[in-house]
C-alpha cells in the first residue's frame, strides 16, 4: 500500500533543476532510505516533503491528503509530518524539555506526562529535564530532537542525514534506537543520507537517487544484487563489472564462466560481480587444466575480522584465450575480503572461482 | 611577549586560569583607570558633607529631572526596537523592494550628530520641542545603534530551527515569538542599551529641544558656577541611574549561550512574499529615511544656499578638520586596545570579578562627557598639573567615554571566535598571549576595527568634553558649528556640520560592511 507518493515532481534554483521529474512511492509503515551521492537532489527532495520548499511542478500526496500539486502547497505547519534536522536543531534558548514540549500545546492537560513518556522513550534521563541544549553531547542532541518531532504523533517522519555529525560507535547505535523507536511507534520514517551502508542497514525500502531523479527503488537486497547500472552498482558497494559473452544461461568472462540471473538474453553484456563472490584458492591445489582462472596477490591490508586483498588478475588463463576480446572493464586490479584466519601472502598466486549467479547490468 | 615562566608555575598558572592572568592585570589597570571620574564624585559628595548633599539632591528640580529622563528613556526604548525590528525583519527576510538601500539608509542616520538632527528639527519645526520632540528626534538619531545589530543577527539565524518549529505546527507569527525574537535577544539588549546611556549622556540634542535631561542641568550648572558641587552631585543621581539600567540589560540578557548548537546548515532563509502589502510595508523605511536622512540635509542644504559662499572660511574650516581627524583616529585606536582584555575576559573568562572590572566602564560611559571632563580638569590642576588642558588629557578623557561602546562590538566578534582555536595554539607551543593574539584576535579584527570605527565616530561629533578639555587653540568641527549654533548663526553652523557628517560617512560604510561581512553564514 503506498502511503507517500511524489508524481512528476520537479523543482529548480534558477536555472540548475535540482529535482526533475522525480517519482517515488513509499510504502506505509515503511523505512525507507534515499541515497544519492551529495548534490543528487536527495536534501531538496525531503524539504519539498516536509513543506520547506514547495515543488514548480508535479504533485505530493500523502495517503488521500493532496499536499502540493503544481505551485499550490500546504504550509510546512500544516503538513503533520516530523522532521529531525542534520545536527538536531535544537532551539538554543529552550530547556531540554521546552525543546520537546515545543509542539504540545501550552494548555494541554498531560503535557508534562507526555514529555516525561517521550523522554523515556528515546532513552534520556529524567534528570536531564532542566540541561540546555550546548550541554547535551552530539547523541543526547539528536535523541532530544526525536522526542521533539514524535511529540505531535506524526504519521510521517523525516530525518535529515541525523547520524552524520555522531561518531561511527555511537551512529550504529543511534541508527538501531532511532530506527526501533519509529517502528514500535509504528510511524512511517524516510531516511535522507548520502552514506550507502547506512542506508542499507536501516531501510526496508531504498530509493538510489542520482541527478535529481530516482534511479532505482526496491528492498535493499534486491538493489544491492540486481543494480540497475553500473554506476548504481558501485554506489551501493564494492563491484566487478566484466564484459561477458551470454550463451545458455550462462556468461563467459576472462575470471571463468558464472549462470546468469536471466537466461533469455545472448550475445555479449556488461555483468556485475560482488566482491563477496569471488572465492580464493591456493594455486597448488588448482587444476591447470580447469576454467578456473589465476590472480596473483600484490598488496594487503589487515581489518581485524578480514583481510583486503589487492589482486592482480593473471591474464594466461583459457578463459582469456578463448574470448580474446573480453577484459575486465574496471582494471585488471581489483579487491576481494577474505577471512583472516587463513593469511595469504602478498606474490601468492591464487586460483578464483565464482559462486552465486552474475546479475546483467542494462 | 610571553610570560617568562618556570614549569612549576605553569603548573601552577593552567590549574587556576590557562590564559587569562596577562588578560586581567591590564582589564584592571583600565578598570581603575574607569573609575577616576566616578571616584571624584565620591569624593565630591563626602567633601561637600550630608547637609549640601540633601540640600542639592533632594529637591523638587531633582525629581522633575528625574522624571523626565526615566520618561525619556521609557518612551524611546520600546518604541525604537518595536520600530527596529520590524524595519530589519522587512528588509532582510522579506521581498521588499530595493532591501539592499533601504539596508544602507537605515545605517545612514548614525553620520549625523544627535545635535545636528536636533538643530534640523529645531530650524523646520521650530514648535517641535519638550518630550515629544526628545523622544522623537532620539529615535531618529540612534535607531542605527539597535537596527545593525538586530539585522546582523537575523541574517545570521539557522533558518533550520525556523523549519523545525514549522514542522511542530508552529505558524508563521508563533515561529517569530517563539523562534526569531529569542534569538534577537542579545542583539536587542546590546542596542537599547546603547541608546539608553546615549539617553542619558546626551547635551547638545536636548538643549535644542528645550527638555530638560539630567545631562543638560548639570552642564547648566557647570557653565554657571565653575566646579561647583550642584553639578557633581547630580552626576551622581546619574551614576545612579546608569547602574540601574545596566543592571536591567544584564536581567534582561540572561545567561544563556547564543552561538548556534553545532554547525547547522549554511543557508540563507528563505525571504517572506509581502504579495499585495509590499508598497504598505515600503512606506515604512521611506518614512524613516524621510525624517532621519532627509530632514537633516534638506535643512542643511537650505541654510548653505543662503548663507551662500561667504560661510566656507577656510581659516576656520582647515585647522577644524585637521583637528577633528587626528583626535577621532587617535583616540579610537587608544580606546580600542584598551577595551580588547576586557572583552576577551567577558567572553572567555565571565567570572564576578569581570563583571566588576565591566560594569566600571559602562557607568563611566553612561556620564555625561562634562562629568568625565570636570574629574579630569579637577585632577590635573590639583595633583598633575603639567597634564591640564593636553591632548593626553583629552584622549583619556575620549577613552573614558567611548570604552563602552567599543567593548559592544569587541565582545561579540570575540564571542565568535571559538574558544577551541586558542587552545590548539597553546597545545601547539604558543604562550598565552601570542596564542590569543594569532587565534581569537586576528578572527575578531575586522570586529574591532568596526568598533573602533564606532569610537572614531562617537569622538568626531563629541562636544561638551572637548570643549572642556581641549588645550588652547583647539577648535574642532563640532565646536565650531555648537558655537555658531549657540549663537544663532545657523547659516555659518551649517559647512561644519557637513563636514562632520562627510567624515563620518566613511566609518559607517566601513560600519555597515562589517556588520554585512560577520553575518555571512
Not at chain 2, 564571542?415 to 586576528?442: C, D, F, N
Request: hydrophobic share 50%.
Amino acid at each position: 500500500m503506498s502511503f507517500l507518493k511524489l508524481d512528476n515532481v520537479t523543482k529548480r534554483y534558477g536555472k540548475s533543476a535540482a529535482v526533475t521529474g522525480l517519482n517515488l512511492t513509499v510504502p506505509a509503515g515503511s523505512r525507507t532510505a534515499i541515497v544519492g551521492p551529495s548534490g543528487s537532489g536527495k536534501t531538496t527532495l525531503l524539504r519539498l516533503i516536509a513543506g520547506f520548499e514547495s515543488p514548480d511542478q508535479g504533485s505530493i500526496a500523502l495517503g488521500d491528503t493532496l499536499l502540493a500539486q503544481g505551485t499550490m502547497s500546504v504550509p510546512a505547519h500544516r503538513r503533520g509530518i516530523g522532521y529531525v534536522a542534520q545536527e538536531g536543531a535544537l532551539f538554543p534558548h529552550l530547556t531540554l524539555a521546552a525543546n520537546i514540549g515545543f509542539g504540545i500545546a501550552r494548555n494541554s492537560p498531560n503535557r508534562h506526562a507526555r514529555i516525561t513518556e517521550l523522554m523515556q522513550q528515546v532513552g534520556l534521563a529524567p534528570s536531564m529535564h532542566d540541561r540546555r541544549p550546548h550541554q547535551l553531547s552530539g547523541g543526547q542532541q539528536q535523541r532530544v530532537a526525536l522526542a521533539r518531532a514524535m511529540a505531535r504523533q506524526p504519521k510521517l517522519m523525516l530525518l535529515d542525514e541525523p547520524f552524520s555529525a555522531l561518531d561511527a560507535g555511537l551512529r550504529e547505535a543511534m541508527r538501531d534506537m532511532v530506527g526501533d523507536v519509529l517502528s514500535t511507534a509504528g510511524i512511517t520514517t524516510i531516511l535522507v543520507t548520502h552514506d550507502q551502508a547506512e542506508a542499507l542497514s536501516f531501510a526496508d525500502h531504498l530509493a538510489v537517487l542520482r541527478d535529481g531523479v530516482v534511479v532505482q527503488a526496491g528492498p535493499p537486497q534486491d538493489l544491492y544484487l540486481r543494480p540497475k547500472d553500473a554506476q548504481t552498482a558501485r554506489f551501493l558497494g564494492d563491484a566487478i563489472i566484466l564484459q561477458a559473452r551470454l550463451e545458455d544461461g550462462f556468461a563467459h568472462t576472462i575470471l571463468g564462466s558464472v549462470p546468469t540471473d536471466t537466461v533469455s538474453s545472448r550475445g555479449s553484456a556488461t555483468i556485475m560481480l560482488r566482491p563477496e563472490q569471488l572465492e580464493l584458492t591456493s594455486a597448488s591445489q588448482t587444476d591447470p587444466s580447469s576454467t578456473t582462472s589465476l590472480g596473483r596477490i600484490v598488496g594487503r591490508t589487515f581489518r581485524g575480522s578480514t583481510w583486503r586483498l589487492l589482486i592482480e588478475h593473471l591474464p594466461a588463463s583459457s578463459a582469456g584465450l578463448r574470448f580474446p576480446s573480453l577484459a575486465l572493464e574496471t582494471s585488471s586490479i581489483f579487491t576481494i575480503e577474505t577471512p583472516s584466519l587463513a593469511p595469504l601472502e602478498i606474490g601468492a598466486t591464487v586460483g578464483i572461482q565464482i559462486v552465486g549467479t552474475a546479475h546483467i547490468l542494462a | 611577549m610571553s610570560l617568562a615562566v618556570s614549569p612549576a608555575q605553569t603548573m601552577e598558572t593552567k590549574r587556576h586560569a590557562p590564559l587569562h592572568l596577562p588578560m586581567i592585570i591590564p582589564a584592571i589597570i583600565i578598570s581603575l583607570l574607569s573609575l577616576i571620574p566616578l571616584g571624584f564624585i565620591v569624593w565630591i559628595a563626602i567633601a561637600s558633607g550630608w547637609d549640601t548633599v540633601r540640600d542639592l539632591v533632594l529637591r523638587p528640580k531633582v525629581a522633575e529631572l528625574l522624571f523626565n529622563t526615566l520618561i525619556l528613556v521609557a518612551l524611546t526604548l520600546p518604541i525604537a526596537i518595536a520600530l527596529t525590528v520590524s524595519l530589519a525583519w522587512l528588509i532582510e527576510r522579506t521581498n521588499l523592494p530595493f532591501a539592499r538601500v533601504w539596508s544602507w539608509l537605515m545605517v545612514a542616520p548614525l553620520a549625523i550628530p544627535a545635535f545636528v538632527h536636533s538643530y534640523a528639527w529645531a530650524s523646520v519645526m521650530p514648535t517641535l520641542h519638550g518630550l515629544s520632540g526628545a523622544v522623537m528626534v532620539s529615535i531618529l538619531a540612534y535607531f542605527p545603534f539597535l537596527y545593525l545589530p538586530i539585522a546582523a543577527q537575523l541574517r545570521r539565524l539557522d533558518p533550520t530551527l525556523e523549519e523545525t518549529a514549522a514542522s511542530l505546527g508552529h505558524t508563521p507569527i508563533a515561529i517569530f515569538v517563539t523562534v526569531i525574537l529569542p534569538q534577537l535577544r542579545l542583539a536587542i539588549c546590546g542596542g537599547a542599551l546603547l541608546i539608553g546611556l546615549h539617553l542619558l549622556a546626551e547635551y547638545g540634542l536636548f538643549v535644542l529641544m528645550r527638555f530638560d535631561t539630567f545631562a543638560t542641568a548639570i552642564v547648566d550648572q557647570f557653565q554657571a558656577v565653575y566646579n561647583g558641587p550642584a553639578a557633581n552631585l547630580l552626576g551622581g543621581v546619574l551614576v545612579l541611574l546608569c547602574l540601574v539600567l545596566l543592571r536591567l540589560e544584564v536581567f534582561a540578557r540572561g545567561d544563556e549561550r547564543y552561538a548556534r548548537v553545532g554547525s547547522g546548515a549554511a543557508r540563507h532563509a528563505p525571504k517572506w512574499r509581502l504579495g499585495a502589502l509590499t508598497w504598505l510595508a515600503a512606506l515604512l523605511p521611506a518614512a524613516l529615511t524621510l525624517l532621519a536622512v532627509g530632514v537633516p540635509i534638506f535643512t542643511l542644504a537650505r541654510w548653505l544656499i543662503s548663507g551662500g559662499a561667504g560661510v566656507w572660511r577656510l581659516d576656520g574650516i582647515g585647522p577644524a578638520l585637521w583637528q577633528t581627524a587626528c583626535l577621532s583616529l587617535g583616540g579610537a585606536l587608544i580606546t580600542t586596545l584598551a577595551a580588547l582584555p576586557i572583552a576577551w575576559l567577558s567572553i572567555r573568562a565571565p567570572s564576578r570579578v569581570q563583571r566588576l572590572l565591566e560594569a566600571c566602564h559602562y557607568y563611566v560611559g553612561a556620564l555625561p562627557g562634562v562629568i568625565v571632563a570636570l574629574a579630569l580638569v579637577t585632577i590635573t590642576v590639583r595633583v598633575a598639573l603639567p597634564l591640564y588642558q593636553t591632548m593626553a588629557t583629552l584622549l583619556l578623557a575620549y577613552l573614558l567615554m567611548f570604552l563602552p561602546r567599543a567593548l559592544v562590538g569587541l565582545r561579540a566578534s570575540i564571542a565568535q571566535a571559538p574558544i577551541e582555536l586558542e587552545r590548539a595554539a597553546v597545545s601547539l607551543g604558543k604562550p598565552p598571549l601570542v596564542a590569543i593574539w594569532k587565534t581569537t584576535l586576528r578572527l575578531a579584527a575586522p570586529g574591532a576595527a568596526a568598533s573602533a570605527a564606532l569610537v572614531a565616530l562617537g569622538i568626531a561629533n563629541e562636544l561638551t568634553g572637548t570643549l572642556m578639555l581641549a588645550p588652547n587653540g583647539t577648535r574642532t568641527l563640532a565646536m565650531r558649528f555648537w558655537s555658531y549654533t549657540s549663537e544663532l548663526n545657523f547659516a555659518a553652523a551649517a559647512p561644519y556640520a557637513v563636514l562632520m557628517v562627510v567624515l563620518s560617512l566613511p566609518l559607517v560604510l566601513l560600519l555597515r560592511l562589517e556588520s554585512d561581512r560577520e553575518s555571512k553564514p
